[in-house]
């Protein structure tokens, strides 16, 4: 691993080296290929983007999506395109302060806070890793429960083993274990697209819920910020910023420049589709728990639904089969899900705290503490309790956003860290105005929902002053905190320059002036397509 916060003087001031830099490559060096600039060098840069996008068909965007088109039709349709054109600006950024930097964000955070706010952002983060990975483990538990009629609790214990036999897969390619999991995902992608040429949604109605913003009846907000929980969440900030460090990028300023253009253009075209999923999944629910001639069982499953019992949305197309390639599709959206948290999870902690853990060690821990909240709810509360928790941790993932995005938004709108390859002021005040506008949501909500639990609970007097006397001064710590965080001001640098490409954009061939490539040891051994 590179040596970590080095401190050189650079024309006076102190900067935190982003890399360690490998030899000049020779002439006759084959992999000399990355210095040739171009739409041909794309595919090379293909992979990190997908890859985080599995996070946005996991199996807890499948619950929100299903409860948010059950109950409200498509109302809420616009939450989910707000929601991925912001997960496009913040994953581009994300993206762009890894290649500019060297370093990933959580490097970036252990350098830049004081030591208690580094260690409480690292808390909040391993909180968000297991929140994301609660959908993973019930999503897996209810595929085997549909497939071989198991109790969910016991398919619970079951993820453990099934996330070492993916593991194990890894070793033969994870290329190969990839595409078959895509080839399922797409699969249940199918299904509902075909579901939803059948119950024909009224277009009118779909773009209204797309285009005209609407919080209407009961619950409508807590759907709304789960959906947003579950489509934009903060270890992926984290992951993004990372993997585009397996990339071989040039160092030069033409090179940073393609770089952050093709990770944006593989990062847009990934996330459309999976916008294209998550409106149909909506959409498909919406419709045919609004029908007019709805029968009567569907009737008591639209009023609950969770993973375990949406399989009877896609009869109309499978029919009796439809409950076990649900199934099969279920399972394999909440195992591809675990590549995304174990990376996550990996690079979190070797971030914030220099610590490097290997994969299976990190995913097996973190999936033995995600296990036991969903454990306790399963067997407490059966299916329909651990479909409610799946929406809780969506609800914490929204919560925790601010303490990832904050540093993200700051630190790629800041010269110090990016140098002239920051945000423009239109980014800047896009990103900004969506940043605050979920952070005044989530806080919004969580005001409202806590006075009105107040007033209408049965506790004694003495108990409501109580839970006021403990609850109103963590909810002022987390105003204060995301405050601290947005006016903090910036001081440690961590921008170097790149070699400048003038004499090659020339046509002249310097060896001076090769591209260097960076090089990351913790980095290097990531099984991704190159």
């Not at 949604?201 to 009961?218: R, V």
């Not at 460090?245 to 990934?270: H, M, Q, T, Y």
């Not at 710590?477 to 006016?487: C, E, N």
């Amino acid at each position: 691993m590179e040596n970590e916060q080095q401190n050189q003087v650079i024309g006076g001031s102190k900067r935190i080296v982003a890399v360690t830099e490998s030899p000049l490559p020779s002439s006759t060096n084959p992999n000399n290929d990355h210095q040739k600039h171009g739409w041909k060098n794309f595919f090379a840069y293909v992979g990190p983007g997908f890859l985080v996008s599995l996070a946005y068909l996991d199996p807890g965007n499948l619950e929100t999506d299903l409860q948010a088109g059950a109950n409200h039709r498509y109302e809420l349709l616009w939450v989910i395109l707000i929601g991925l054109i912001f997960a496009l600006i913040i994953q581009s950024l994300a993206a762009n302060l890894g290649v500019s930097t060297g370093k990933h964000l959580s490097e970036l955070c252990r350098a830049e806070y004081p030591v208690f706010v580094k260690y409480c952002l690292w808390l909040l983060a391993e909180v968000a890793v297991i929140a994301a990975d609660i959908p993973e483990v019930i999503g897996t538990a209810f595929a085997l429960n549909i497939l071989f009629h198991i109790p969910v609790w016991v398919g619970v214990l079951c993820t453990g083993v099934s996330t070492l036999l993916f593991i194990g897969l890894q070793r033969y390619g994870v290329r190969k274990l990839e595409l078959l999991i895509a080839i399922l995902v797409f699969v249940m992608a199918a299904c509902f697209f075909g579901e939803m040429s059948y119950v024909k949604p009224p277009a009118n109605e779909l773009f209204k819920g797309m285009f005209i913003p609407k919080l209407n009846g009961d619950g409508a907000t807590a759907d709304a910020i789960a959906l947003l929980g579950a489509l934009v969440m903060p270890h992926n900030l984290f992951l993004h910023s990372a993997l585009v460090l397996s990339r071989k990028i040039p160092n030069s300023v033409r090179g940073i420049n393609d770089a952050c253009k093709f990770f944006l253009i593989e990062s847009g075209f990934a996330l459309f589709v999976s916008f294209l999923i998550n409106v149909a999944v909506v959409s498909v629910s919406g419709t045919v728990c609004g029908a007019d001639n709805l029968s009567d069982q569907n009737k008591e499953s639209c009023s609950d639904i969770t993973l375990n019992s949406a399989s009877f949305l896609l009869k109309n197309v499978l029919g009796k089969s439809s409950s076990t390639v649900y199934a099969i599709a279920l399972l394999a959206s909440g195992q591809s899900s675990t590549i995304t948290g174990t990376y996550a999870g990996q690079f979190i902690m070797q971030g914030f705290l220099d610590l490097k853990m290997k994969t299976w060690l990190r995913n097996l821990f973190t999936r033995l503490i995600a296990i036991t909240p969903s454990l306790v709810v399963s067997i407490i509360g059966g299916p329909s309790g651990a479909g409610r928790l799946i929406i809780i941790a969506s609800m914490i993932l929204s919560f925790e956003l601010p303490f990832a995005l904050i540093p993200l938004l700051k630190f790629s709108s800041s010269s110090t860290k990016l140098g002239p390859h920051k945000n423009s002021i239109y980014i800047i005040v896009i990103s900004w105005i969506l940043g605050l506008g979920i952070i005044g949501i989530n806080i919004y909500y969580l005001s409202t929902a806590f006075v009105g639990w107040l007033m209408s609970n049965n506790l004694p007097k003495v108990g409501n002053v109580l839970v006021g006397i403990v609850v109103f001064p963590l909810m002022a710590i987390y105003i204060l905190s995301v405050i601290y965080l947005m006016f903090r001001k910036d001081t440690v640098v961590t921008y170097i320059a790149p070699i400048k490409d003038d004499h090659m954009e020339n046509g002249t061939n310097s060896m001076e002036l090769v591209d260097r490539v960076p090089y990351r040891e913790d980095l290097a051994d990531i099984p991704l397509p190159q």
